[in-house]
T-cell receptor
């Protein structure tokens, strides 16, 4: 069984400030980890993923996440946020059988 | 290469009715998963179809059923609709050669 805990339901942050969205997971098998972003009234878009190899993964729009096996975490970070980053972010885990288990989401509100 | 498409985008049904939602998978993908995302929640796994066979099911009652066709498109059927079935229904397709799921934009179902 797998589970995902997103520790913050809402995170307000000022524009150009750094942000960290926290995610912890539990699983009895090796995992693949994902962050998805959801804009209002839209589906999910993959932001970044960890499958294997380097524990630090990056997206094309400046987000990064680090897989920490000992702490079972996959926190999402960005050094400087923009207004356009306002969205809901979901951490997700799969054991490789393609059923994806999601957290409840973190709403990132970027304040001008 | 086309992405995952879902139809319709919005739907209003009356309690007790039946509904069919449709999903066209991404080219080259043979696996389709369906998720229910209630307001303010993360997506919940309903079931998965792989090469026309059900390949895993979440904690949903039997009135949630599905099909996958030879072209790997899929349907989600819900009988005896209840008010709590109101949600965004997401379809995701993937290939058995990788673990990344690509999501459609979803169908917003409202039961009144």
């Amino acid at each position: 069984a797998q589970s995902v805990t997103q520790l913050d339901s809402q995170v307000p942050v000022f524009e150009e400030a750094p942000v960290e969205l926290r995610c912890n997971y539990s699983s009895s098998v090796s995992v693949y980890l994902f962050w998805y972003v959801q804009y209002p009234n839209q589906g999910l878009q993959l932001l970044l993923k960890y499958l294997s190899g380097s524990t630090l993964v990056e997206s094309i729009n400046g987000f990064e996440a680090e897989f920490n096996k000992s702490q079972t975490s996959f926190h999402l970070r960005k050094p400087s946020v923009h207004i356009s980053d306002t969205a809901e972010y979901f951490c997700a885990v799969t054991g490789g059988y393609q059923k994806v288990t999601f957290g409840i989401g973190t709403k990132l509100q970027v304040i001008p | 290469e086309t992405g995952v498409t879902q139809s319709p985008t919005h739907l209003i049904k009356t309690r007790g009715q039946q509904v069919t939602l449709r999903c066209s998978s991404q080219s080259g993908h043979n696996t389709v998963s369906w998720y229910q995302q209630a307001l303010g929640q993360g997506p919940q796994f309903i079931f998965q179809y792989y090469r026309e066979e059900e390949n895993g099911r979440g904690n949903f009652p039997p009135r949630f059923s599905g099909l996958q066709f030879p072209n790997y498109s899929s349907e989600l059927n819900v009988n005896a609709l209840e008010l709590d079935d109101s949600a965004l229904y997401l379809c995701a397709s993937s290939s058995d050669r990788n673990t990344e799921a690509f999501f459609g934009q979803g169908t917003r179902l409202t039961v009144v």
